[in-house]
């Protein structure tokens, strides 16, 4: 499983586009990257998945660059109900996902 | 749409204990995985369960086990409760068993004394 790397906590204000990085050098062919967001005493909420270039919905953009050893999670204009915990995980199809301690992201008025 | 649900929230049990906690899967979907979260710690996988099997299993000891019924839903037992198995308990449904795109229920908060 390929292992990753992220921020332990980012500080942000309202109003302002957040971008965390996350570093998985040993990324394999098959791999899939994926974000999940969550709050205190809550389950983890999907946000984004990709494979490579760019993936948007409706709430985040995900950038992978071509080499996909690293990826970046972009949140536009961020509110304070976005300060949570965001996790950046690797996974290939039926594998268990493996979380960290993933970024803790502290959005201020 | 019926999201996860899980059960119970909350609840106190001491060492030596064992405990059960329950889990439906979100409508439609069939692979229950279950993650133990320590506070401050992100979630840490159990075991994932396909077609009533257990299919994959994370680094728990065999106190650990479940199981899963023809419709789905899943059961995580704990037996010979220890004071480090005080946790948040979290279900995961997701379809066919793919990871990829996991559906969290609001977990099970479990507290040994």
């Known amino acids: 499983l390929a292992k990753t790397t992220q921020p332990i906590s980012m500080d942000s204000y309202e109003g302002q586009e957040v971008n965390i990085t996350c570093s998985h050098n040993?990324?394999?062919?098959?791999?899939?990257i994926t974000w999940y967001q969550q709050f205190p005493s809550q389950g983890p909420r999907f946000i984004i998945q990709?494979?490579?270039t760019k993936v948007t919905n409706e709430v985040a953009s995900l950038f992978i660059p071509a080499d996909r050893k690293s990826s970046t999670l972009s949140l536009p204009r961020v509110s304070l109900s976005d300060t949570a915990v965001y996790y950046c995980?690797?996974?290939?199809?039926?594998?268990?996902?493996?979380f960290g301690t993933g970024t803790r992201l502290l959005v201020s008025p | 749409d019926a999201g996860v649900t899980q059960s119970p929230t909350h609840l106190i049990k001491t060492r030596g204990q064992q405990v059960t906690l329950r889990c439906s899967p979100k409508?439609?979907?069939?692979?229950v995985s279950w993650y133990q979260q320590a506070l401050g710690q992100g979630p840490q996988f159990i075991f994932q369960y396909y077609e009533e099997e257990e299919r994959q299993r994370g680094n728990f000891p065999d106190r650990f086990s479940g199981h899963q019924f023809p419709n789905y839903s899943s059961e995580l037992n704990v037996n010979a409760l220890l004071l480090g198995d005080s946790a948040l308990y979290l279900c995961a449904s997701s379809l066919g068993g793919r990871a990829g795109e996991l559906f969290f229920g609001e977990g099970s908060r479990l507290t040994v004394l």
């Open positions: 040993n990324i394999a062919t098959n791999d899939y």
């Open positions: 409508s439609g979907h069939d692979t």
């Open positions: 995980l690797v996974f290939t199809g039926f594998q268990k996902l493996v």
């Open positions: 990709g494979y490579k």
